[in-house]
């Protein structure tokens, strides 16, 4: 009998997409994205790659390699498996300690999922198309540090007018998709309003909260919990090699009981919220819950970390030293 699981983790799927469709139009950690060849559009890379699968969030095809193999190549299961036993397919990358999926919490329902998976395409199509005040947009997320890189892989969009999309209603803003690449699953999408706007931060209807960045914590002995996703994507773009970085979207909404299966195999947590009474307060909130946290206190007195990057502050070298 062949060993079909075997076969599959020494092949990196990212590798062997890359091999076949060139260099992915963004790229993270563990996700890499290309144009799917499985359907035309020619303009959104919605096709996700990981090291053990794929998924486009256009068309919807998914699977492993052997299904990347038989699709791509016209062939059957067997000789797709009999192409991988050859052993000329690019290799795995290191393997890494997986992240579990959270126990204590239901994520929304599949429909409203399937509607928020669309909404972010569309509204990263806008971000990107130049419509509307998307331009704007987009210079503010560039004032912040964030590559464009970081943006495309945090699947960051733009909704141009208050209205509906999907069936959801969208408010006007950035588009911020809390997605978990690993599991496949949209938990809600935040939307950060124009400047001047109250609330500064609102969720599209049917959104759950959860914990921003989970997917980055796998592999990672240390993780650092930010007050916002801004400074969550600007810290794991300087140094998300070094940690696991995460939020809870707020220095008040705080479930960490909710997410103990992927927090409980970290050894260490550095609370990195805002150097304000919010901040502070959200760190004694964690420091009661366990002894294995620290506070990392924005460098250079700033008010948060995309303010102390803003001044200079050399973020990479902070962390480090927070890890001493």
């Not at 000789?79 to 999926?101: D, F």
């Not at 240390?222 to 916002?228: L, Y």
């Not at 195999?265 to 990195?272: C, N, Y």
Request: contains cysteine.
């Amino acid at each position: 009998m062949i060993d079909t699981d075997s076969l599959k983790v020494a092949v990196d799927c990212r590798e062997l997409v890359r091999s076949e469709l060139g260099d992915p139009a963004s790229k993270s950690a563990k996700v890499w994205h290309w144009l799917c060849p499985f359907h035309a559009d020619g303009k959104t890379p919605s096709l996700a790659v990981y090291a053990d699968g794929f998924k486009c969030y256009g068309c919807g095809e998914y699977g492993d390699v052997f299904t990347w193999l038989q699709k791509r190549h016209n062939l059957t299961f067997l000789e797709a498996v009999q192409q991988v036993r050859g052993g000329a397919l690019p290799t795995s990358a290191p393997a890494v300690r997986p992240a579990p999926a959270p126990h204590l919490l239901e994520p929304p329902a599949e429909t409203w999922q399937t509607k928020a998976v669309d909404v972010m395409i569309e509204c990263m199509e806008v971000l990107w198309s130049g419509r509307g005040k998307a331009p704007g947009a987009l210079a503010e997320l560039h004032k912040r540090g964030l590559s464009d890189d970081t943006i495309k892989a945090a699947w960051l969009g733009y909704q141009p007018a208050d209205g509906e999309r999907r069936g959801l209603f969208v408010p006007r803003g950035v588009v911020i998709p809390h997605w978990h690449g690993r599991a496949n699953t949209m938990w809600g999408l935040k939307i950060w309003r124009p400047l001047g706007s109250d609330p500064k931060y609102t969720q599209v209807k049917g959104s759950v909260p959860a914990l921003y960045g989970a997917d980055n914590l796998a592999g990672h002995d240390v993780a650092v919990v930010c007050e916002g996703e801004f400074d969550a994507l600007l810290l794991a773009q300087q140094a998300g090699d070094l940690a696991g970085v995460v939020t809870f979207g707020s220095a008040t909404s705080q479930d960490i009981e909710g997410w103990l299966p992927y927090l409980l195999p970290v050894k260490r947590l550095l609370v990195a919220t805002d150097n304000d009474a919010a901040g502070e307060k959200a760190w004694q909130y964690w420091h009661a819950k366990t002894q294995r946290v620290r506070r990392l206190l924005p460098p250079g007195g700033a008010k948060d970390i995309t303010d102390a990057w803003r001044a200079g502050a050399d973020l990479r070298a902070w962390l480090l030293a927070g890890m001493g």
